[in-house]
T-cell receptor, first 113, second 113 residues
Framework: GDSVTQMEGPVTLSEEAFLTINCTYT??????LFWYVQYPGEGLQLLLK?????DKGSNKGFEATYRKETTSFHLEKGSVQVSDSAVYFC????????????FGSGTRLSIRP | KAGVTQTPRYLIKTRGQQVTLSCSPI?????VSWYQQTPGQGLQFLFE???????NKGNFPGRFSGRQFSNSRSEMNVSTLELGDSALYLC????????????FGPGTRLTVT
């Protein structure tokens, strides 16, 4: 079945450091890919998405490119801020998974001032 | 536009009891999905309702049920509560026009003692 694998956390970085959170997926067909973020005590927010190969999703300085050849959707940000501290979830939805989103296990990110 | 609202935000129940959680989607959204989030299992899909019909279901026992009303509001019920049902229950709504684009509520934190 469809699945998402993302790097284990926690990840701790200093402010203004470069961020990469790795995400790979297994799916039949051509899934849509997403990054969601969960701030402490809150629900999930859609951060960015990409619906086809080579698409780049971007939002709030974060970017991720849909790489079909490597089945990856790595999240990057050039200069992180303390306010980026949260849990990040990579996710996919495909027509074979119908209307349900399949999430990775989440990566906790902590940014030191 | 108001976001997804969930009530109550926090709930404490005893083993064997039943509980009903409520979700009001974004106005105009006809799809409501429910997820269970636990530290051990991560985010797991429970079910999805669209226009009052259950359209998709995850791998949860029959103790977990739901329904959707004509105004798209949804309720989730868990009967005969077990300690393992302690979790954050998240509701997400979608217009259905963009595959995978779901908007999450803040969740209901259920503690079973």
């Amino acid at each position: 079945g469809d699945s998402v694998t993302q790097m284990e956390g926690p990840v701790t970085l200093s402010e203004e450091a470069f961020l990469t959170i790795n995400c790979t997926y297994t799916a039949t067909g051509y899934p849509s890919l997403f990054w969601y973020v969960q701030y402490p005590g809150e629900g999930l927010q859609l951060l960015l998405k990409a619906t086809k190969a080579d698409d780049k999703g971007s939002n709030k300085g974060f970017e991720a490119t849909y790489r079909k050849e490597t089945t990856s959707f790595h999240l990057e940000k050039g200069s992180v801020q303390v306010s980026d501290s949260a849990v990040y979830f990579c996710a996919l939805m495909s027509y074979s998974s119908a209307s349900k989103i399949i999430f990775g296990s989440g990566t906790r990110l902590s940014i030191r001032p | 536009k108001a976001g997804v609202t969930q009530t109550p935000r926090y709930l404490i129940k005893t083993r064997g009891q039943q509980v009903t959680l409520s979700c009001s989607p974004i106005s105009g959204h006809r799809s409501v999905s429910w997820y269970q989030q636990t530290p051990g299992q991560g985010l797991q899909f429970l079910f999805e309702y669209f226009s009052e019909t259950q359209r998709n279901k995850g791998n949860f026992p029959g103790r977990f049920s739901g329904r959707q009303f004509s105004n798209s509001r949804s309720e989730m019920n868990v009967s005969t509560l077990e300690l393992g049902d302690s979790a954050l229950y998240l509701c997400a709504s979608s217009s259905g026009r963009i595959l995978g684009e779901q908007y999450f509520g803040p969740g209901t934190r259920l503690t079973v003692t």
